[in-house]
């Protein structure tokens, strides 16, 4: 048996590494399924492993030789990829991780090849919310369509799959006391954090994001501009900024937190002086503080649904300048999330009120 050398190289359109063998004159290509970075393992240990085997007849190898210029699912994913680089910095991220998730099942596949079935047993397989998979469905449809439009394949496989209803989570804002006996039992920063979480409505990232330069206390005001999340700082969810109001209960707590990290530019930071991360602030700081107050488990980002609901069941602030303060887009959303809280007290009307009043109606007349 006449084995040669043989050679590894990266294959267009896949994000594995190749061996190219020959025996007996016949040439092999060998999907070693090891991505690009591991290049020189796979020369120093794969590919002898490789013709050691071969040498002793432990394995055989069918004809792996391709002639077919059909393009990859990788090859797809990356135009697919590469037409969303306008997305903010940490969508892009979470995109660019669930791509590289999908390739090291489908990367290697011809796309022409790629039934219904096989993103449908999939995505079914994966332990994850009706909305997560509803997110990944779109990410394979927009890689499928690029296909179509490529001619590569007639009909994008992807859109004859039902994602699973999504049922949305119930709100569960903490209760006055519990938010009392959050912040009275945290120390440090994190009692800080958790002040201003609570008294502004702001999203975890936003609050990652928040510099000293953001904060003016002689107007009462913070700025909201920017928003971080996967170590990447970039605009906030709507790319609008706004302003929250600096309540009287609040001002202790950043002068408190001035002191702690006042000198850097960033208003929270962890023991190590860097950026915080969800996972780290929920790993060793909010989880544990729940568990330890015997409180239910729930996400950090309840703090933004408390301040939310409080407010709206005040009756006090106008529900406009509340979804400005929650940075969203418009009254819609506000309703959209929170219209169970909102009064509606729709049994106790006041028969005498006249409608059509010159008081109570818009007084100008369309009459021609």
């Known amino acids: 048996m006449k084995i040669s050398k043989g050679s590894v190289f990266k294959k267009k359109g896949s994000p594995y590494l190749y061996i190219n063998i020959s025996i007996n004159k016949k040439r092999y290509l060998i999907n070693t399924y090891f991505e690009h970075d591991k290049i020189e393992h796979v020369e120093t240990v794969e590919l002898p492993l490789l013709k050691a085997k071969l040498f002793k007849g432990e394995i055989t190898l069918d004809n792996k030789e391709e002639t077919s210029n059909k393009k990859s699912f990788y090859y797809y994913s990356s135009i697919y990829l590469n037409s969303k680089k306008f997305l903010k910095i940490g969508t892009l991220s979470i995109l ?9 099942k ?10 219904a079935s096989d993103i449908e047993n ?5 332990d994850i919310q009706p909305l997560v998979f509803r997110n990944y469905l779109t990410v394979f449809k927009g890689i499928f369509e690029k296909a179509l439009l490529d001619g590569e394949i007639n009909i994008n496989i992807c859109k004859l799959i039902k994602p699973p209803k999504n049922k ?9 006391d519990e938010v009392n006996l959050l912040i009275n039992e945290s120390s440090g920063w994190f009692k800080n954090y958790l002040a201003i979480a609570f008294y502004t409505g702001c999203r975890v990232g936003e609050l990652f994001a928040l510099k000293w330069q953001n904060i003016d206390l002689k107007k009462k005001r913070i700025y909201i501009n920017a928003s971080r999340g996967n170590y990447k700082e970039g605009t906030t969810k709507t790319g609008k900024s706004r302003y929250v109001p600096i309540f009287d209960n609040l001002v202790s707590y950043i002068k408190s937190q001035r002191l702690i990290t006042g000198m850097n530019t960033y208003v929270f930071l962890n023991s190590k002086g860097n950026c915080l991360t969800s996972s780290g602030i929920a790993r060793y700081h909010w989880n544990p503080l729940l568990k330890r107050l015997n409180l239910p488990q729930r996400p950090i980002y309840n703090t933004r649904h408390t301040f939310a609901t409080n407010m709206i069941m005040s009756n006090i602030v106008d529900m406009n300048k509340i979804a400005y303060w929650l940075g969203h887009s418009n009254l819609r959303m506000l309703i959209l999330h929170y219209n169970k809280f909102i009064n509606s007290d729709l049994d106790n009307f ?3 009120f006249d409608v059509f009043s010159v008081k109570n109606c818009h007084n100008e007349s369309r009459i021609a």
């Open 168 to 176: 949305p989570k119930e709100i569960e804002p903490f209760s006055v």
């Open 350 to 352: 006041d028969s005498d």
């Open 96 to 104: 660019e991780s669930n791509i590289k998730r999908f390739n090291k």
């Open 106 to 115: 489908f990367g290697d596949d011809l796309i022409i090849n790629l039934k």
């Open 122 to 126: 999939y995505l079914f397989s994966l």
